[in-house]
């Protein structure tokens, strides 16, 4: 998983991992992003302490963390702040980023 930056914010498209240090939750969401990215070898997610950034924060209408904010297209699609499991954010996956699941020749 790679840190957001400013440029990524940006961007049309991201999936962006929002946690906090110390929620215990939000470890085991982690755990979960990172078996999803050991399958694929690839990073795809990026990861945010939301205590850096407040403006953000406030300004997404984040409620709590864990989130995994789904961004397509300029415009935040989803926030997911019940992980339940790795099937639930395949299913997510699936929906938004269906090129995961292309054969890749």
Request: net charge negative.
């Amino acid at each position: 998983m790679n840190e957001i930056s400013k440029e990524v914010l940006e961007q049309q498209e991201y999936l962006l991992y929002i946690y906090t240090p110390f929620c215990g939750t939000c470890h085991i969401a982690r755990t979960m992003l990172d078996k999803i990215e050991a399958v694929h070898q690839e990073n795809i997610f990026y990861e945010m302490n939301a205590s850096l950034y407040p403006d953000f924060m406030q300004d997404n209408k984040i409620e709590s963390v864990p989130c995994l904010v789904i961004k397509k297209g300029h415009d935040i699609k989803e926030k997911i702040y019940a992980f339940q499991s790795t099937g639930n954010i395949y299913r997510y996956l699936l929906e938004y980023q269906p090129e995961l699941f292309r054969d890749k020749k």
